[in-house]
């Protein structure tokens, strides 16, 4: 069971610190390097982590879970990626209510 | 966590210049990395063998030459700010503003943007920047 509203807060977090909109990152699931080559706002793989690390860190402000993402290839599509994302925020919110 | 600037006065060596008889434009990347080990001394702090810091991109303007002298370099961490930086929280990269002075007549020689980020020497992968300074020594 994902938590209501989370799928959409990670997408929309994590355009808006891409610098781009979220059908540019998830509607034809792109890989990561091609959000770095289309992202205004990116030019190499920190740039792509701190955007990810933004968008963990709004997730535990407003949402109350710590989410730290594993290391991804730049061939990973955002798909993946954010199935990753969810897959951890509820395995992270789980430990935290135990 | 230190967010003032630091100012570190350096000796201009006769081998910083070239045949123009000014500091090579490559010898100022030298002075600004100079300039954030004296920073991250004022953070008391000391990296350990594995929590490494590198550099991920240099912007800089050549404003004016550095003859024989002295330099005087100012850094300064601009990203993330006080406000911004949380203990708890996940940050990846560090930007410092680097200026490098010319002390007699406060004349601004270099301006750069350093990104800084951090890895995990062992693991080869990046780490967040509460990673990095945890694992410091303290000085």
Not at chain 1, 62 to 70: C, E, F, N, Q
Not at chain 1, 82 to 96: D, M, N, P, S
Request: charged share 25%; hydrophobic share 45%.
């Amino acid at each position: 069971m994902v938590t209501p509203g989370v799928e959409s807060y990670i997408r929309q977090k994590f355009a808006e610190h891409a610098g781009l909109t979220e059908e540019q990152i998830f509607v034809d699931d792109v890989t990561l390097a091609v959000v770095i080559s289309r992202s205004p706002r990116m030019t190499n793989s920190i740039d792509l982590m701190e955007a990810f690390a933004r968008t963990a860190n709004a997730l535990r402000k407003d949402h109350g879970v710590r989410v730290r993402l594993p290391a991804l290839p730049l061939d990973t599509p955002t798909s993946t990626v954010l199935k990753v994302f969810i897959e951890e925020f509820e395995r992270q919110k789980k430990e935290t209510a135990a | 966590m230190f967010f003032g600037e630091s100012r570190l006065i350096l000796p201009v060596r006769p081998n910083d210049l070239d045949a123009l008889g000014h500091v090579n434009n490559a010898v100022a990347l030298e002075y600004l990395e100079t300039g954030r080990w004296d920073w991250l001394g004022l953070q008391g702090l000391e990296p350990g063998a594995r929590m490494i810091a590198v550099v991920a991109r240099t912007e800089i303007d050549y404003l004016a030459e550095i003859p024989r002298g002295r330099v005087e370099v100012r850094t300064v961490l601009e990203s993330p700010t006080a406000e911004e930086f949380d203990e708890d929280g996940l940050t990846y990269r560090a930007r410092f503003r680097q200026r490098v002075h010319l002390p007699e007549t406060d004349r601004l020689a270099v301006d750069a943007l350093v990104t800084v980020a951090f890895l995990d020497a062992e693991q080869r992968c990046l780490v967040p920047m509460q990673d990095f300074l945890a694992a410091a020594v303290r000085g």
